[in-house]
């Protein structure tokens, strides 16, 4: 069965300093994508950043990087300088990229909390 | 450009009635899908359409069901609400093709069940 877990439902950060949301999952494909989801209080998600299962480089967006480890099915997102706005649900996700098979599995989510 | 929108915000039904969710995907985008959002337990996939068919459908029951329409929107249909569909209704949207493999999420539709 493909899952997403997130062991940690919350989280909380000094401003400035930097966190780490961690995600493992379960599958037995070898091509996939995964991604994180930023979900803030006014509900909306977007997507904060994503990684091809094929690039063993990570993938870095600003303040944002992941640190994938296929082998471990490891998929943990940093956060550095954590800005006030940083603070919702995290949702981690993932996909298999099979032809015709496009349904995306998340996680339950961190809530990040950012302390001024 | 406009981004994924869902009608209505909020909705109250009481147990038993039935409820249409809408959402109207990112101009271009073929693929609709539809995740429940229940407290504490993060998205649960429910359906999937694209090019106006049903793809793929999560574990709920049939009561859950939904179209795409010519225009790529979206209807999900619940019928037979029961107190545990309380929850956010999310709808994405996804372009098809390429490397283009980002679900663009709307502000989600809050129903609660009485």
């Known amino acids: 069965a493909q899952t997403v877990t997130q062991s940690q439902p919350e989280m909380s950060v000094q401003e400035a300093e930097t966190v780490t949301l961690s995600c493992t999952y379960d599958?037995?494909?070898?091509?996939?994508?995964l991604f994180w989801y930023k979900q803030p209080p006014s509900r909306q998600m977007i997507l904060v950043i994503r990684q091809e299962a094929y690039k063993q480089q990570n993938a870095t967006e600003n303040r944002f990087s992941v640190n994938f480890q296929k082998a471990a099915k490891s998929f943990s997102l940093k956060i550095s300088d954590s800005q006030l706005g940083d603070a919702a649900m995290y949702f981690c996700a993932y996909r298999i990229i099979r032809s015709g098979t496009y349904k995306y599995i998340f996680g339950t989510g961190t809530r990040l909390k950012v302390l001024a | 450009e406009a981004g994924v929108t869902q009608s209505p915000t909020h909705l109250i039904k009481t147990r038993g009635q039935q409820v249409t969710l809408r959402c109207s995907p990112i101009?271009?985008?073929?693929?609709v899908y539809w995740y429940q959002q229940a407290l504490g337990l993060g998205l649960q996939f429910l359906l999937w359409y694209d090019e106006g068919e049903e793809r793929n459908r999560g574990n709920f029951p049939p009561r859950f069901s939904g179209r795409q329409f010519p225009n790529y929107s979206s209807e999900l249909n619940v019928n037979a609400l029961e107190l545990e569909d309380s929850a956010l209704y999310l709808c994405?949207?996804?372009?098809w093709g390429g490397g283009a493999d980002t679900q663009y999420f709307g502000p989600g539709t809050r129903l609660t069940v009485l």
């Open positions: 101009s271009g985008h073929t693929s």
């Open positions: 599958t037995s494909e070898s091509d996939y994508y």
């Open positions: 994405a949207s996804r372009i």
